[in-house]
């Protein structure tokens, strides 16, 4: 392959065409219209209490269209826990100039650009580590990434910005990192474990001034922003889930199986997909970033792992009754493991990662395709 098309055609022009492909699959099966990635139900949209409920995009959309919170308030199933996602509603609201029928348009487009530049950032950081940059399309496919972007979802944007700030903080530009955690932390508050990864790192090389200056740039913002959701919708944003929401779990996959109390075949079924691809994984996660830790090497990547891999053992039952809700939240566990496999050239286990990708079939089912 000549120089000009191996620089042309990467990871990132690959998803770049892929997503932009499924946004576009979407739109003509539903005649051009933009909001039915929104998924609006009249629950929340009209208030009507007999109405149907929607998706979670929904409350990103009216956000975006009118951010002050005494009027989005209403339109929210829990109003701090869906607001405390401000980053990608406002930042739509900037890019479409306030105009309320670009802002259906700009979503969709938010997402798929923020994905691709993910994959470049991905795919930049595994080079630095003399791992070839085509991995990077695991993460660029990952089927949590393509539900987010079809249903108008941070995802996309939040971990961008995260690999954003791993990959400034390998070139030692450290300010440039905290400020790209803090926007994470804007983006989706799950985002939050890589933040502490990166605190725990600078703490466990004594690095003093750093973990201070990460705490001010990039913590302290958001725990104020988090006092400013109390004050104005009488609790803090962070919490397991938005309507109906469960607590987390205490029992490690405890959530998977309070499944089975409601349907034995819908948990073997559960058990079936998720074994292999989630469960496994990490274990694993947790296995190896142990025995990393164990002899002394501690950095935000082998953290990173370790506390992404418990959340998803402690995730609640109403994230994993819901196919599409454990596949985006295991958006941040992929980006780990890609990393930590990257950093520490474990080529098998970016080799096994292509399997994520059998993954996308749940599009057509939990997408709507």
Known sequence: MKAGARYFLNPALVTFVLMSSLILFVLVKAGGDPKTLVRMGSFYNENDPQGSQGYDGQFVYYIAVN???EDV?????????????ILL?????VVSLGILPLIPWVLPILGIISQTVGTLLVGELLAGWGVKRWYALVYGLWVGFGLAIRLDLPEPLAYCLIAGAIL???????????????LALFAKEVTILFFLAAILSYLSEKRWRDALGIGLVAGVPFLLFQGWLWQTFGEMGIGSGGAM???FEIIPFMGLFRIGSFSVVY??????VFVPTIILPTVWGVWVSIRKLLVQEVNVVVLAL???AIAIMLLPFSTFRETGGVLRFACGLVLAVILYAGRFGLRRVLNYSWFWLCLNIFLFKTGGL
């Open 67 to 69: 951010p002050q919170p």
């Open 73 to 85: 308030s209403p339109h929210l199933d829990v109003p701090a826990y869906r607001y405390q996602r």
């Open 89 to 93: 509603p406002l930042s739509t609201r």
């Open 168 to 182: 400034a903080h390998e070139r030692r530009r450290a300010v440039l990192s905290w400020v790209l955690y803090g």
């Open 245 to 247: 929401a469960t607590p």
């Open 267 to 272: 948990l073997l079924a559960m058990l079936v």
């Open 306 to 308: 370790l506390l992404n």
